[in-house]
């Protein structure tokens, strides 16, 4: 038995899951042809799925990491947006893709957009593995969508509860929740 049976059922197996990473890899690549792309991973959660993305993607890019925080250990977000960890490099005139993992009020990623348009990249662009549209309070443009989820609290790969579970290959549901 896996530590976490008692805990977590699947929602999106780790087949499908890649399936549509690959697509996504995919897609990605034909629209930023002949560009080279700057992906910014959202930490913590973003990381995993971040990475597998970066593999299917056939160009050259370079990956950056940018550090938020809406939760503070919970299961709602607050509502208050914090930069915990800033890009290492100028991003004035790069092709931006911010990978994040799951979009669900739209207020973090609305904060993130606004302060990286204020830094003049050339393009800015955003790519979700999940939306969760019952919880939005405000309106993202999603560029590259993986998977429309209900308004349930979700962990594995890469998304946590008070950082555990992270690690999963598949997308679960917290039992209980």
Do not use: W
Not at 18 to 37: A, C, F, H, S
Not at 60 to 86: C, H, K, M, N
Not at 117 to 130: D, E, G, I
């Amino acid at each position: 038995m896996a530590f976490y049976d008692q805990d977590v059922g699947t929602l999106i197996d780790e087949q499908k899951l890649q399936t549509r990473v690959r697509e996504l890899g995919e897609e990605i690549t034909r629209d930023y042809q002949g560009k080279d792309l700057t992906l910014v991973c959202v930490l913590k959660g973003s990381a995993f799925f971040a990475m597998d993305l970066a593999r299917y993607i056939d160009l050259p890019l370079t990956v950056e990491f940018l550090g938020v925080s809406s939760y503070q250990g919970g299961t709602e977000s607050t509502g208050e947006v914090r930069i915990t960890t800033d890009v290492s490099k100028p991003m004035a005139g790069k092709h931006l893709l911010v990978i994040e993992d799951i979009i669900d009020t739209g207020l973090t990623m609305s904060f993130l957009l606004e302060n990286l348009r204020a830094r003049h990249p050339a393009s800015l662009k955003v790519c979700s593995l999940l939306e969760k549209p019952a919880r939005a309070r405000t309106q993202v443009q999603i560029d590259y969508k993986g998977f429309v989820i209900e308004d349930v609290f979700v962990v594995g790969y890469g998304l946590d509860y008070a950082e555990r579970y992270r690690n999963l290959p598949f997308i679960g549901l917290m039992k209980g929740r």
